[in-house]
């Protein structure tokens, strides 16, 4: 076996005589005594055609063989018609004429080929780009709609929020005083069933016979009797009208619809935020997860396009090498020659790109990072944040909710407790206006959900008849805020519970 140098880089492929020396063998063998007696122009014309036929199929090193050792084939058929011509060429100069027609056009071929490598190579590297953003050093990434101020969110969820406790004060207020009214009617009530009785007139007993005096005592009794009567009276019917009056349900409503009023801002002010931490977060990911995914297609393309340039490194030389087999052809002594041509080292300097030979020191496409993505968002904390209620709310003396916003856990806000054989009656029921009927589910964890995406301002608890979880004909309701009293609610006499 010999070693022979593919390039002035040092590549080196191990290529063996075998071919060259089977061939050197058959020469004065029978075998080729009858490769010289057929037909000439039939015998070269298919040796052209293999030779053609062979530049486009196979690996670089089989391509490389078959054409070798075709053209020893040749060498062996210019021996033989020397031999039978006494040194005459015959039609050997023409047919050489015509091998090495073909290979100058392999080796055009080949030029071609690297000319397509190296532009593919260069295409490549310029669309690293492609695809990805450009963004400059002050690109923000606000949510659509939103300017990046969060003062007008603040201010609409502070302002709402200071609302909140004269709303509840005046509530309590109505509820106390209505409270105290119901007492009283209740002590004036007792006092002036207490009176509306008719007693027996031995209260009216004297001494003696004087019918004249008991007379005038039961006529004093009972003129006592219904002054007080009517004084009980009149002041149970003034308590009753303040009652009626005192209707506190105008101002429970309006303390309710502003508390859910305050959750919505809060909710806009929280989402806003969600919005934003959430999309500088995806946008500064993808600035160089896209670059680095067009670096790495590059770095296959390369890869692919170096293999394909040596391949054709050896195709090359082993066409040079063929054309010095082929100029043996007129020398006296053909096996020498085409030793020495096998024991050659060609040249593929010029079978090269340029892009694949300086990607190791490529650099990779530069691009412009935004100051968000460095120093990540500022104008607010991520809702989830473990102190965002710190410096949002509590240090500025804002009794907020807890974040019920797309990007918050909620996993420890609800806490759900059962309260056994407890009747809930029908106005209690939340009703769903938007599909006309009440909010009943199949699945306690969809009743749930449903419960703790509305919240405690809206409903209250889940209510199950027969405590025995939900089915598709006895589902569970929702029970609406604000509720009951769970100290003073109706016993179930079907085991009810909450």
């Known amino acids: 076996m010999a070693e022979v140098d593919l390039s002035d880089e040092g590549q080196h492929v191990t290529h063996g005589f075998l071919a060259v020396r089977f061939f050197v063998v058959l020469l004065g ?28 199929h196979g690996t670089a090193k089989s391509k490389a063989s078959e054409m070798e050792a075709m053209v020893l084939m040749l060498a062996q058929q210019a021996k033989l018609a020397r031999t039978s011509s006494n040194k005459a060429e015959g039609n050997i100069t023409e047919f050489v004429g015509m091998i090495k027609k073909e290979l100058h056009k392999m080796t055009d071929n080949i030029h071609a080929a690297v000319k397509t490598v190296d532009e593919g190579c260069k295409a490549s590297f310029s669309n690293l780009s492609a695809g990805c953003p450009v963004y400059g050093s002050n690109t923000t990434f606000l949510p659509s709609g939103f300017n990046g101020d969060f003062t007008p969110l603040r201010e609409a969820h502070s302002s709402c929020r200071s609302q909140i406790s004269s709303r509840k004060q005046e509530m309590e207020s109505c509820k106390s005083s209505r409270e ?5 009617e209740h002590t004036l009530t007792t006092q002036f069933r207490s009176i509306n009785v008719f007693e027996s007139p031995e209260e009216c007993t004297v001494k003696g016979t004087d019918v004249l005096g008991y007379l005038a005592s039961m006529r004093d009794h009972f003129d006592g009797k219904k002054t007080i009567w009517w004084s009980t009276y009149y002041k149970l019917e003034n308590i009753t009208n303040n009652i009626t009056k005192w209707n506190c349900t105008e101002k429970e ?3 309710f619809e502003k508390l ?3 959750q919505e801002k809060q909710l806009a002010l929280e989402e806003t935020a969600c919005m934003l931490h959430d999309r500088t977060k995806e946008a500064c990911a993808q600035l160089p997860a896209c670059f680095e995914s067009n670096w790495k297609g590059h770095s296959s393309q390369v890869a692919l396009a170096n293999g394909t340039i040596n391949d054709l490194k050896f195709e090359y030389v082993a066409v040079k090498r063929i054309l010095c087999m082929l100029d043996a052809f007129s020398d006296d002594d053909i096996e020498a020659k085409i030793e020495a041509c096998m024991a050659t080292a060609y040249s593929s300097a010029g079978i090269t790109s340029v892009c694949v030979e300086n990607f190791a020191t490529a650099s990779k496409p530069k691009f412009v990072t935004p100051e968000v993505c460095l120093s990540g968002v500022k104008a607010i904390l991520h809702p989830n944040d473990e102190n965002f209620n710190e410096t949002e709310y509590a240090s500025q003396g804002i009794p907020a909710s807890h974040c019920l916003a797309s990007c918050c856990d909620l996993s420890d806000l609800y806490h759900w407790q059962t309260y056994t054989n407890a009747f809930v009656t029908f106005e209690h029921y939340m009703y769903d206006s938007s599909v006309g009927q009440l909010a009943a589910y199949s699945s306690m964890d969809e009743a749930k959900n449903a419960c703790e995406t509305m919240g405690s ?25 604000p509720g009951l009293d769970l100290e003073s609610v109706q016993e179930s006499s079907v085991g009810s519970c909450i």
Not at 32 to 52: E, F, S
Not at 457 to 481: Q, S
Request: proline residues 5%; contains cysteine; hydrophobic residues 45%.
């Open 29 to 56: 063998s029978a075998w080729a005594a009858k490769l010289a007696a057929a037909p000439g122009r039939l015998q070269q014309d298919t040796i052209v055609n293999l030779l053609a036929s062979s530049a486009g």
């Open 180 to 184: 105290s009214l119901i007492l009283q």
């Open 253 to 255: 409503l309006a303390y």
């Open 457 to 481: 301002v809206l409903c209250f608890g889940i209510y199950d008849a027969n405590c025995d979880g939900p089915t598709r004909e006895n589902p569970v309701k929702l029970i609406k805020a």
């Open 260 to 262: 859910t009023e305050c």
